[in-house]
């Protein structure tokens, strides 16, 4: 179990306010949760900055009767086996669909499948959510 240390904050009353009310609407129930939030979320980013492994998510929209472009999508993530370990196919109506590709790897590798995938004619939108595999962030 980890030991909690307590520690002070000054901050500016206004950027306090501002906080608070950040705190309110993302509904944390108190100030040390918000911040050890915020802490943690600087300290994950710093991770993509070093290379270290990550996990996230690869979502792509597109249009599923253009032609190949299923089998484009499926070759790519085939030459990208090594970080892609899951996929969700979603029908979102007659034409179009949603994928979801979990990843786990180094961020450039990530980043290079998502360039690689959302530059295929007949995909509209495509987005990496990048995130921490939870080793180092406690």
């Not at 949760?33 to 943690?40: K, Q, S, Y």
């Not at 792509?60 to 299923?70: A, M, N, Q, T, W």
């Not at 979102?92 to 790897?105: P, Q, R, S, T």
Request: one cysteine or more; hydrophobic letters at 40%.
């Amino acid at each position: 179990m980890t030991k909690l240390v307590r520690f002070g904050v000054s901050l500016d009353n206004g950027l306090l306010k501002q906080f608070d009310l950040l705190i309110k609407e993302k509904n944390y129930t108190c100030r040390s949760e918000a911040l050890r939030d915020l802490i943690r979320e600087v300290l994950i980013k710093k991770e993509w900055q070093m290379g270290k492994e990550i996990a996230g998510a690869i979502t792509l929209i597109y249009d599923h009767h253009k032609r190949e472009l299923v089998n484009k999508l499926t070759d790519i993530q085939h030459d990208f086996g090594n970080i892609t370990i899951s996929l969700q196919h979603v029908h979102l109506d007659h034409d179009n669909c949603l994928e979801i590709i979990a990843v786990k790897g180094p961020p450039r590798e990530a980043q290079r499948l998502v360039d690689t995938l959302r530059s295929v004619k007949g995909v509209k939108h495509g987005a990496l959510t990048m995130t921490t595999t939870g080793k180092d962030v406690d």
